[in-house]
Every structure is written in structure tokens, then in C-alpha cells.
């Protein structure tokens, strides 16, 4: 079935970068954008950015701009964020999601992926 | 950017309510508006798309409507199970995204 596994929890010291992964199945993995949306503890969703598995082309939130990376590997399905310069506001569930059979609604979701910046 | 306001930020109701969270755009996105549940240490939900379509599977009970700037999201009849946290999200300015703040409902 589709499904979308991510990478397991993460503490990172301020100042550092982490790359969370997002692997893919039961579909093909080039045929549709895979997004980035994280919450912070007892907050609200936020939005990241876009990747096109297929070209690789990003785009990001204006909040996230010259911090993230979006990245994607077509031979094992696996799309990735790196968020570098961490601050203890990064201290999230970060959640990859895409937009399989709803155009531009996020039908199916990853676990999510904690990451806890902390000195 | 496209800012969104949802109201209110939490409701308690009983089962079998109507329950009624209204979402605002700051300015007019047509129709482009989905509507998210989302329980606690799980992933949201998609409910309803483009405004006022009930994703498949999804429970008759949700609705969705409006257009423009303003939308509505209504449980016709809370059941305990709806207990979670609901968000909108415009997709007016592709290729951004942006959720509103999100409603908690509790049972009353």
C-alpha cells in the first residue's frame, strides 16, 4: 500500500543541522510533489516547502529560505530535508506529506520525525 | 503572503452537537481551501478538499463550505471519536502553502 516512512528521532545541539528522510512506496515516486510541514509542541502546522522528486526543483517558505535544503534520491524513493543553523525554536515534529489524489491537499502523511534541539 | 484565522481557537460541545469552526483568508482564494483533523501524536487528516468535498472514507457528518475569503466547517453531529484539533489550509499562491491556526474540540 502508499506509505510514507520517515526517519527516526533526532537531538541535535543549537547550531547544527539535521537530515530527516522520507521513504516512499507502493506508488511511483516521481509522479508526484512531496512537501515538508512541521509542528512545534503544542502549536500549529507550518508549512516548509515543496520538492519535485521527478526534476528535483524546490520551493521553500520565505521563514525557511537559505536554512533548508530539500533533496530526493529516485534510485531508493527517499526525499530529505536538512535544516541547518538549528535554534531551540526548531524543536518540532517535522512531517513529509504529498499530494497523491487531491491536487494541492496532502492525502497522505509520514509518521512524522522529532527533533529536539537542545544544549 | 496569505494569512488565515480560524475561529475559535477551542469549543467544548456534547455529543450530538453541531459544531460550527469558521476560517478567514486575508484576501479572496476562491475555492482553494482543504480542511485537516488531527488527533494528539498523530498526523493530520485530510477531511475536506477544494472547500466543500468530503474526502473519501470521510464520515457524512463533516462538512465544508464558502468561498472567497470565508469558509465554514461543521460536524453535523459530534461524536467522541471527533475529538482533535482542526486546521484549514489555502493553496491560493501555489506553490505556497498556509494553515490557519487551528481549532481544538473537546466534549463538553
Known amino acids: 500500500q502508499v506509505q510514507l516512512v520517515q526517519s527516526g528521532a533526532e537531538v541535535k545541539k543549537p547550531g547544527a543541522s539535521v537530515k530527516v528522510s522520507c521513504k516512499a512506496s507502493?506508488?511511483?515516486?516521481?509522479?508526484?510533489?512531496m512537501h515538508w510541514v512541521r509542528q512545534a509542541p503544542g502549536q500549529g502546522l507550518e508549512w516548509m516547502g515543496i520538492?519535485?522528486?521527478?526534476?528535483?526543483?524546490?520551493s521553500y517558505a520565505q521563514k525557511f529560505q537559505g536554512r533548508v535544503t530539500m533533496t530526493r534520491d529516485t534510485s531508493t524513493s527517499t526525499v530529505y530535508m536538512e535544516l541547518s543553523s538549528l535554534r531551540s525554536e526548531d524543536t518540532a515534529v517535522y512531517y513529509c506529506?504529498?499530494?497523491?489524489?487531491?491536487?494541492?491537499?496532502?492525502?497522505?502523511w509520514g509518521q512524522g520525525t522529532m527533533v529536539t534541539v537542545s544544549s | 503572503d496569505i494569512q488565515m484565522t480560524q475561529s475559535p481557537s477551542s469549543l467544548s460541545a456534547s455529543v450530538g452537537d453541531r459544531v460550527t469552526i469558521t476560517c478567514q483568508a486575508s484576501?479572496?482564494?476562491?475555492?482553494?481551501l482543504n480542511w485537516y483533523q488531527q488527533k494528539p501524536g498523530k498526523a493530520p487528516k485530510l477531511l475536506i478538499y477544494?472547500?466543500?468535498n468530503l474526502e473519501t472514507g470521510v464520515p457524512s457528518r463533516f462538512s465544508g463550505s464558502g468561498s472567497g475569503t470565508d469558509f465554514t466547517f461543521t460536524i453535523s453531529s459530534l461524536q467522541p471519536e471527533d475529538i482533535a484539533t482542526y486546521y484549514c489550509?489555502?493553496?491560493?499562491?501555489?506553490?505556497?502553502?498556509?494553515f490557519g491556526p487551528g481549532t481544538k474540540v473537546d466534549i463538553k
Open positions: 506529506a504529498s499530494d497523491m489524489v487531491r491536487s494541492n491537499a496532502f492525502d497522505i
Open positions: 507502493g506508488y511511483t515516486f516521481t509522479s508526484y510533489y
Open positions: 520538492i519535485n522528486p521527478s526534476g528535483g526543483s524546490t
Open positions: 484576501q479572496d482564494i476562491s475555492n482553494y
Open positions: 477544494d472547500a466543500s
Open positions: 489550509q489555502q493553496y491560493d499562491n501555489l506553490p505556497r502553502f498556509t
